[in-house]
């Protein structure tokens, strides 16, 4: 397959999986790859990748492939295109990169390289489509879009959306090692923190962390424990305690986490608290709000244009509405996955997995003395008899004729 088949293949590729979430509109997917001397660069995976590829691309010229696909959901049609943009760099030392690169090393870009940032400093010549080594070839989207009878008018707002890196530029294929399956996040992981960092400013506007810090050190001190045996460790995380009588606990992108003290007060002891800090981190593991986050924003290519003409970026919004979003839930699998993964990293931070089974009869009890509220963490959260059955199948434990059963978790009124 050639260069320009591989990129085409991969945005289509890109395309078809957020094609599963969505009913109506149009699809873009994009994909890029740096090619020299018939070698694709991919993304490093360290400093030390990084060092060697910036070494080799700057030694010669290298080509800058990205295809674009579109599918017209409505009408039933794809459109494929690629564009390819020729780029000559200053040669680079290992100096000038340890000095330049190491502090902010662009580990989530194709060769290690972004025209937006440290790279541009670097790029002496670019042959082709500026906005195709950004990330999308504008006038390309154009083209297929005219083609499929789309008001051009709109590409305005999103040209804006693109040289601010919001939205599409980000777009990458990983494999999550929580669903074992190869993912596509339109948010890189900085993006991601970014947006995580703006939604915690605009929670502790709205809440106040408990007054008592040995509460908030103890939070601390066991989510370490369970972030340590993870399998997500290139974001920090964080633990806050808010004063809140709900009994829930939500995690947000980027790693913040938030425990309501009305849960803490209901929790017997540390290994049933690691046990919910264990579920809300399999969340961030298995990237559930990001995920959840993307369907929320991708319906519309146009509501995300309107949303960035508005003067507003997409962190201020996510800020505005994803936290009452999560809130809200996740689906059954994502909340069953994420029981799966804490009884794994309770058992390897070394506290008591069983806890988590007696956590979960204890909520049972608490919600059927309780009336119903709007959000909280019974509502959001699957049959209790269902959890406790994913739970017993990852400790390997025997399942009973009870575990099959999705018996009612309040009594009939």
């Given amino acids: 397959m050639s260069w320009v088949g591989l990129a085409k293949a991969n945005a289509l590729a890109k395309a078809k999986a957020a094609r599963r979430s969505v009913r109506h509109g149009l699809i873009i997917g994009a994909d890029t790859i740096v090619v020299q001397d018939g070698k694709i660069f991919g993304k490093p995976k360290d400093l030390k990748e990084l060092e060697r590829m910036l070494l080799r691309l700057s030694f010669r010229p290298h080509w800058v492939y990205t295809g674009v696909a579109v599918i017209d959901v409505d009408a039933n049609k ?168 709900e009994v829930n606990a939500v995690a947000m992108p980027g790693g913040f986490i938030y425990i309501f003290s009305g849960l803490i007060e209901k929790i017997e002891n540390d290994d049933q608290l690691a046990a919910v800090l264990a579920h809300e981190v399999a969340h961030i593991v298995a990237r559930h709000n990001i995920k959840r986050l993307q369907a929320l924003m991708g319906y519309s290519l146009f509501q995300t244009a309107l949303l960035v003409a508005s003067g507003r970026t997409e962190a201020a919004i996510t800020a505005d509405a994803i936290f009452t979003q999560l809130l809200l839930g996740y689906s059954r699998e994502d909340e069953l996955l994420a029981d799966q993964l804490a009884a794994r990293y309770l058992k390897l931070a070394g506290f008591n997995p069983h806890a988590m089974i007696g956590f979960l009869d204890r909520l049972q009890q608490i919600d059927r003395k309780r009336p119903l509220q709007p959000k909280n963490y019974f509502k959001t959260h699957p049959y209790i008899s269902d959890r406790k059955r994913v739970v017993k199948m990852e400790l390997g434990e025997s399942i009973d004729f009870s575990d099959y059963i999705n018996m009612m978790d309040r009594p009939h009124e």
């Fill in 78 to 245: 794809t459109l494929l295109a690629c564009e390819r943009t020729r780029i000559e760099m200053d040669r680079l030392s290992r100096q000038e990169i340890q000095r330049c690169f190491s502090k902010n090393p662009l580990l989530d870009k194709a060769g290690g390289l972004d025209i937006q940032s440290q790279g541009a400093f670097f790029i002496k010549r670019i042959d082709g489509c500026f906005y195709n080594v950004v990330g999308l070839p504008l006038r390309r989207l154009r083209i297929l879009l005219k083609r499929l009878g789309v008001d051009i008018s709109s590409l305005f707002f999103l040209m804006f959306t693109v040289t601010t890196g919001l939205f599409l530029s980000g777009c990458s294929t990983e494999y999550n090692l929580a669903t074992r399956q190869q993912e596509v996040y339109f948010y890189s992981t900085d993006k991601e923190v970014s947006i995580g960092q703006a939604i915690d400013r605009e929670i502790m506007r709205k809440y106040k962390l408990v007054d008592d810090p040995l509460v908030q050190t103890r939070v601390e001190d066991i989510g370490k424990r369970i972030v340590a045996v993870c399998d997500r460790k290139e974001i920090d995380y964080h633990f806050k305690v808010l004063q809140n009588d």
